[in-house]
């Protein structure tokens, strides 16, 4: 099964031995976290041409329900048509530009309270309040085609709703490439916002976020408890155009030398930092009885590892809770597979789970500053989903919320980082190569800014 399933390409990628570091930026200059100048390149060149997510669908599970999306000092209205769509429109009417709402709600239409002009839920404009005070009401009525909301490019993909606003932007589909197919096994589109669900600002630059998240050297001197379940000296990777995406042998696939009792122990200690795991434990357990002897020992055979058993027991569980995992690989079972979609999306997936974060550029467009979106995800059956979704907590400007361990470790890292960054004598950073991904990502950023995007989807 798990040969022909589309995460094996991923399972059987290069070590870093085995990839050519020649074309990727190994030395990457430290202005792009801090200077004016550099933050004001990326605006232009980069976010404003770049599909990027803007909600999760399920933000806007009824026909007009909608929400702002903001991006520097531009406003954009996503909202569910009648039709069930999701569209996307400039906020501003095109009267005289006055902004149609701002935060989140629900309409049957959206009606500028400037002067009244009222549009339906696809854009079009319905109505104007007095058309005959200058001319002909069938002129002014023959005009209003031309007068609707201005739409943006809007498409969904794994449950996420990506914006983009060039008019001329190519299809998501292109941009995304073969990672729309990689995420398609694992249905995140059926994944609801669980315990952690939080928006809050960071005092560091966007890309400071992007990196932390791709690479594991920092897990000895920032997350020393990580170290026995994690082994990321046996990444593979795989890089897609813009994106990238690796998997680190998870679930003590470095104790697979240890004797059983050792590894079943190591297994029985992940849900401390990997929650999803609880529920596998009962069925865990129960593999375990078959092998341990009349003494009470536990022994497995050769080919049998407590890794293994935990592959089995979350495809067990998983199918028993009704979700398909038939396109899904054994290391999908245990593994965490680690995706940077470009430019600002990393996700943290295993079968059932996944952890999203989210880097935007602060709206005030201080480089020194950006807004970060954290999100659990968990498949849950249909009828327990709305139950369980967390709400998004938006946490004021000055305002923080702890986090569990792991991650505050990352939020107070990133912030010391970027006080390190802003100083003008370092004039670069250099990467080691376990940092694979963030020379690819810096690479690819540098092909959008010399604006040779179309690089990008074709490497």
Known sequence: ????????????????????????????????????????????????????VA?????LPEPGDWLEYRLFDQSFVLVRGRDGVIRGFVNACRHRGNALCEGRGHAARFTCPYHNWSYGLDGRLLAVAR?????????????????????????????????????????????????ADLLAPYRLEEMVPVGLHV???????????????????????????LVAAMDESQERYRFFGDHSVATAPFGAANLDGFGAEEQACAIRGLPAVFPGVAEVLPRFEDALCAYREADGQLRFPEGVTGRLLLQRATRETLSAKGLDVS??????????????????LFMTIRAGEATVILATPHPEGDPGRCHWLVQNLAWLPAEARAARREPLRDIPESGHVPYFLALEQDWEMMQRQQRGLRNHALGEMALTRQEVRLAWFHSVLDGWLAGNDEAGRTR
Not at 200 to 208: F, G, P, R, S, T
């Open 199 to 225: 928006r809050e600002a960071i005092a560091c630059n966007w890309k400071v976020v992007m990196d932390a998240f791709q690479e594991g050297y920092h897990i000895q001197g920032v997350h020393p408890e």
């Open 1 to 52: 099964m798990s040969g022909s399933c589309p995460g094996a390409c991923v399972d059987q990628g290069p070590r870093i031995a085995d990839i050519d570091f020649a074309p990727l930026r190994m030395r990457v200059p430290t202005d792009r976290y801090h200077a004016p100048a550099f933050a004001a390149q990326e605006r232009a060149r980069l976010w404003m041409r770049v599909w990027q």
């Open 131 to 179: 058309p005959d005070f200058d001319g002909p009401v069938e002129e002014f009525v023959g005009a209003r085609e031309g007068l609707g909301l201005i739409e943006v490019p809007v498409a969904c993909l794994a449950g996420f709703v990506f914006l983009n606003p060039d008019p001329g932007a190519v299809p998501l589909a292109s941009h995304l490439g073969e990672i």
């Open 55 to 59: 909600a999760r669908a399920d933000d």
């Open 327 to 344: 396109g899904l690989t054994d290391t999908q079972m245990s593994d965490n597979h680690f995706y940077l979609v470009f430019p600002n």
